[in-house]
């Protein structure tokens, strides 16, 4: 059992930098990929970001490209999602996922636990 909690959300202005955290429970932080995802008002959710548990292998979307980084601390059990140049369309919910799945990106279904997500809003 894996608990997640987001946090580092907030309202910030077009341009400007957000970084988001996930903090996990338990000792077997380390033995989980993990990914970030975004949902916004009145669209399906989006996979944002993924990492797998050594670090080695990393996925963004393309409209994530070049602007977002994803990194996992797993002495701290911890999985950051730092965002700059933020633009209005990456206003959404953000949550972190925790996969089993091993050496390779789990795809949005092999996600076994969810936190409850953050808000990020980006105003033009």
């Known amino acids: 059992q894996v608990q997640l909690e987001e946090s580092g959300g907030g309202l910030v202005q077009a341009g400007e930098s957000l970084r988001l955290a996930c903090a996990a429970s338990?000792?077997?932080?380390?033995?989980?990929?993990m990914g970030w995802f975004r949902q916004a008002p009145g669209k399906e959710r989006e996979s944002v970001a993924g990492?797998?548990?050594?670090?080695?292998?990393?996925y963004y979307a393309d409209s994530v490209k070049g602007r977002f980084t994803i990194s996992r601390d797993n002495a701290k059990n911890t999985v950051y999602l730092q965002m700059n140049n933020l633009k209005p369309e990456d206003t959404a919910v953000y949550s972190c996922?925790?996969?089993?799945?091993?050496?390779?990106?789990?795809?949005?279904?092999?996600?076994?636990?969810w936190g409850q997500g953050t808000q990020v809003t980006v105003s033009s």
């Open positions: 338990g000792r077997t932080f380390s033995s989980y990929a």
């Open positions: 990492i797998t548990q050594n670090s080695l292998r990393t």
């Open positions: 996922a925790a996969s089993a799945r091993l050496s390779t990106i789990p795809r949005a279904y092999e996600y076994n636990y």
